[in-house]
């Protein structure tokens, strides 16, 4: 946990995620795990939450409308219903008004992450993702709007929104659940708190941090009891 943190803590949250299948999957190589479309990524880092913080999640957000706070939870497991070792939807080419196109992947984002225009985002995973020649082109805002229902619609999994209703104002919105940044939260969270206990054991009894490591989570919770008292 805290190699993953200290390896991750400096880098962008796309490349973040590719570190945790990188640490999850070391048979799998690092640009195989890029070439990932986004529903398969998806799919492997919700199993990756699911292994390490059980399948249960929570958070908050405030309603957009009257800045109300509203909790929320889910189940992990159902975003792993499919086996992303046994699913390859990479390959699948798709059709869009003539055109011939890939699934996205992380690659792809990082592309679109560069520009800070929404629609000129969407253009450029158009173009990484048109099969064919290298061209470029002016795309409408219908041909974007179909290019992305039919990815949407063929890999699911790439973007999952949630539905609020604020219980205060009974505002309705919807929220996309980024799985990469909710494990990248919990992991460092984790990371911190095992810092912290690090550093109180080791200035109680004078243990090196190896030491501290190589207790049981049970032990270790046991010291810090005993050097807090």
């Known amino acids: 946990m805290l190699d993953v943190w200290e390896r991750g803590i400096r880098l962008h949250p796309l490349d973040r995620a590719l570190l945790l299948l990188a640490m999850a999957l070391p048979e799998t190589p690092s640009a195989e795990l890029a070439d990932w479309p986004l529903g398969r990524r998806n799919r492997a880092l919700a199993k990756i939450r699911c292994d390490c913080f059980g399948?249960?999640?929570k958070g908050w957000l405030a309603c957009p409308h009257c800045g109300e706070k509203l909790e929320?939870?889910?189940?992990?497991?159902s975003l792993i219903q499919n086996d992303p070792e046994k699913r390859d939807?990479?390959?699948?080419?798709l059709n869009i008004n003539g055109l011939t196109f890939r699934l996205p992947t992380s690659r792809d984002l990082a592309l679109a992450a560069k520009e800070s225009d929404p629609a000129k985002g969407a253009a450029?995973?158009?173009e990484s993702c048109r099969k064919g020649p290298p061209a470029t082109r002016d795309w409408s805002t219908d041909e974007l709007s179909a290019i992305g229902e039919s990815m949407a619609l063929a890999d699911p999994l790439?973007?999952?929104?949630?539905?609020?209703?604020?219980p205060g104002c009974e505002e309705e919105w919807e929220e996309t659940l980024d799985i990469s940044s909710f494990c990248w939260t919990e992991?460092?969270?984790?990371a911190r708190r095992i810092l912290m206990a690090i550093h109180t054991l080791a200035s109680a009894y004078g243990w090196s941090e190896s030491e501290i490591l190589s207790l049981s989570e049970t032990r270790r919770a046991w010291y810090l009891e005993m050097a807090q008292a």
């Open 55 to 57: 399948p249960n999640l």
């Open 72 to 77: 929320f939870q889910m189940n992990a497991q």
């Open 89 to 93: 939807d990479s390959g699948v080419p």
């Open 124 to 126: 450029r995973i158009a």
């Open 158 to 166: 790439a973007e999952t929104r949630l539905a609020f209703r604020c």
């Open 187 to 190: 992991i460092e969270a984790r």
